[in-house]
């Protein structure tokens, strides 16, 4: 835990570069004016600021499927190389040209390191802190800031400050975050799978988990490979084979599911059940409290469902069964020393043949998935009877945890768990067959009885041997076990190459999937709001507009010049900003990040709407200045703490890891269009409009925003990023069901 903790902070520096540059360059244009007598040119001084928003916009075009290509690591490690250059060749600039240039590579750092940190953060946290250590780019960002305000105040005391100088501070951070992203950081362990390279993922996440066995996350990051898939919500109750036979005396072995999970001992069997779960429900006919509410998505309805049912999803451990909180509790331990090597691949080939797919699999004592080759289609041979019931292999495991040990195999985060079952479909051809289904398991939360009840048993009252609990589970086809790849992987196609079908990359024709397209619609319509909300424009022109404002009132008996003065007050709004930063921190997994949105949105809108009214009506100068800044500071703290972090970590979240790059390149892109329309709009806006106009048409966008997280933006908390995207592809459907029925 303590090793995703700590790759979070030194990935986070970029964004601390980001905060450095644009608290510079919002100080040093006021001397950059002056210098290249730009007062008059309005145009000029917006290019020299928005140039760094076109270079992040050029390199967005690319940078998601680049990233793809070559992983994360390396970006980020050409982000900090962009950001050293880019100062060297600020701290020269003998014109404004070659100034524009120094910002157009500045851009190219920003762009990598705000588009790619986000991802990188996500894609290795675990996901019950994932909110949390997601918002350490904002405060790293907000920490960048403070700290060059103080630079450059510091500087505006002098008889000639010099911008130059300002601006090429930027290289000595960068070699720092140059040297801890080539020597420190790993690649992306989800990245990793994606190209197959599982010996390699395994280390990374022995290495952020701090635990040796991570073989049961492998399984879940080869299991979200998969995109566009036929995912459906089902309910079970579980148990024992013989408590839920003695409590369904009518029974059949038909319509008895055996789940097959990575730990060994006990057998547990599912048997399906209809209109009992709360989740269920919600699928088919929306929730009660939001059945009236027009223009709401189902998909908000659904995962608002999850965490308002179970409101364990932020615990550390799998509390669907008592045993560990797995599926089956630990009867000996297996040989930890597994390697993911070609050597193992020899020796599950030479395995592989003498189990003839039987159904004596008691003698099996090699690990579920715990090698590179796995063998995992060789125990997951369908048995030769019994319809759907999978052949479980009760001596396999995929972690040996010690008890008390927070979490298990089976347990992915957020109280979901991981398992899998075979059924039969019919083929092109008519003819039965089997596949192989992965599913997601959630329990119900509600009291029941051990016996002749279909509620849930809570955990506490779970019984240490026997007993049964209810659970939701999405269901979909399992991208470790392929028809087609038999052929071509006799040991099995499992954990080596994820089958062919998810290796072969992402496609643009992947971006039209419904669940997809939907996720798309809540993360560019989240990015356009957030910036036409006009926190980037206020940032870069703080200094300006605190300084129209008046603040230099409050200093001016200091013996502080207003420009000076200006660029004090911005930056002890940035220092405020950090103790928030670090609140919404402490709340992202608790309350959520939809919460924080609901909740932070109204009193933006109260401040902004504060603001234009102390633009309005006559007031002194004192009043006025005091007016402006309270309501300045108190609009940056709620917008740091809710509407900074959140767009970006959402857009991280929702999307598939096969086309994760892809989506993000398009979120990106939008953020930084809509970027570059703030901040170069913004002089000609207080000139046209004043600061009253600007303010207002922010409020507006405010009230705007309320509306669209209200009915599209769902609640992504302590979900793992595989369990998002099944839920996008699950509401999509409904809500195309919806319409079609409509």
């Not at 957030?530 to 603040?551: C, D, H, K, R, W």
């Amino acid at each position: 835990m303590n090793g995703a903790v700590l790759v979070a902070i030194t990935a986070a520096i970029g964004n601390l570069l980001q905060g450095w540059d644009n608290a510079t360059i919002a100080g040093a244009v006021l001397y950059i004016k002056r210098e290249f007598h730009l007062q008059t040119e309005p145009t000029i001084e917006g290019l020299i600021v928005a140039m760094s928003l076109i270079g992040a916009t050029a390199i967005t075009t690319f940078s998601g499927p680049v990233a793809d290509w070559l992983g994360r690591r390396p970006m980020l490690i050409i982000s900090s190389v962009l950001y050293f250059l880019s100062g060297l060749v600020m701290l020269w600039s003998p014109n404004v040209y070659v100034l524009l240039l120094a910002r157009l590579l500045d851009g190219f750092g920003i762009g990598l390191a705000v588009t790619l940190v986000p991802v990188y953060i996500s894609e290795t946290a675990p996901s019950e802190i994932r909110g949390l250590l997601n918002t350490l780019p904002q405060f790293t960002g907000s920490g960048g800031m403070f700290l060059s305000y103080c630079m450059v105040f510091w500087m505006s005391l002098m008889d000639s400050p010099k911008w130059r100088l300002m601006l090429g501070v930027l290289s000595i951070p960068s070699l720092l975050y140059f040297a801890l992203t080539v020597f420190y950081l790993p690649e992306s362990p989800r990245w990793l799978v994606s190209k197959g390279r599982m010996a390699e993922a395994k280390q990374v996440l022995q290495r952020l988990r701090g635990r040796e066995d991570v073989a049961g996350e492998m399984a879940l990051l080869v299991e979200g490979l998969g995109v566009g898939g036929d995912t459906s919500i089902e309910e079970y109750i579980i148990g024992p084979a013989d408590e839920l036979a003695d409590n369904q005396e009518q029974s059949t072995e038909k319509d008895q599911i055996k789940l097959y999970g990575p730990e060994q001992g006990l057998s547990w069997v599912a048997r399906p059940v209809t209109g009992q779960s709360t989740l269920g429900l919600v699928s088919r006919h929306g929730s009660m409290a939001n059945q009236s509410v027009p223009l709401m998505d189902p998909l908000v309805t659904l995962f608002g469902s999850v965490h308002e049912k179970f409101p364990e999803t932020g615990s550390m451990r799998s509390m669907l069964f008592p045993n560990m909180g797995s599926m089956f509790s630990v009867a000996e331990h297996q040989d930890k020393n597994e390697q993911w090597d070609e050597e193992s691949l020899q020796r599950d080939g030479e395995d592989y043949g003498s189990d003839g797919g039987g159904e004596s699999d008691d003698n099996l004592r090699s690990p579920l998935l715990s090698r590179q080759t796995s063998s995992t289609e060789k125990d997951m041979v369908p048995p030769a009877a019994n319809g759907s019931i999978l052949n479980m292999r009760r001596h396999s495991s995929l972690m040996q945890g010690a008890a008390g040990e927070a979490g298990s195999s089976m347990g992915i985060g957020g109280g979901w768990q991981l398992a899998w079952k075979w059924s039969e479909k019919r083929g092109k051809d008519g003819n039965k067959e089997r596949e192989l289904q992965r599913i997601y398991l959630h329990p119900e939360d509600a009291p029941g009885s051990r016996r002749g009840s279909v509620a849930s048993l809570p955990v506490a009252d779970a019984p240490e041997e026997g007993g049964f609990v209810q659970a939701s589970a999405l269901v979909s086809q399992s991208m470790l076990y392929s028809k087609g790849g038999k052929d071509k992987h006799p040991i099995g196609p499992a954990m080596v190459q994820p089958a062919e079908s998810v290796a072969v990359g992402p496609s643009w024709q992947d971006l039209f999937e419904p669940g997809i397209k939907r996720a798309l619609f809540v993360g560019v319509g989240i990015q356009m709001l957030q910036q036409f909300s006009g926190i980037n424009g206020v940032l870069y022109y703080t200094p300006q507009i605190l300084e129209q404002a008046g603040v230099g009132v409050l200093l001016s008996n200091m013996g502080i010049g207003s420009e000076s003065a200006s660029l004090l007050i911005s930056g002890l709004t940035t220092l405020l900003m950090l103790p928030s930063i670090g609140f919404a921190m402490r709340l992202m997994d608790v309350s959520g990040r939809r919460w924080l949105l609901l909740t932070t949105l109204p009193i933006l809108l109260l401040s902004l709407i504060i603001l234009v009214l102390g633009n309005i009506i006559p007031m002194g100068s004192l009043v006025h200045a005091i007016i402006s800044t309270v309501s300045v500071v108190v609009y940056f703290c709620c917008f740091v703490m809710a509407f900074g972090p959140i767009p970006n970590i959402l857009c991280s979240e929702i999307f598939p890891t096969r086309v994760r790059g892809l989506c993000i390149a398009v979120c990106a892109l939008t953020f930084w269009i809509c970027d570059i329309i703030v901040t170069y709009s913004l002089p000609v806006m207080l000139s046209s409009v004043g600061l009253a106009g600007v303010f207002g048409i922010y409020a507006i966008v405010c009230i705007l925003s309320w509306i669209f997280v209200f009915l599209k933006v769902p609640e992504t908390k302590g979900m793992p990023l595989e369990v998002i995207s099944e839920f996008f592809a699950v509401g999509a459907k409904q809500a195309a069901t919806d319409a079609k029925n409509n």
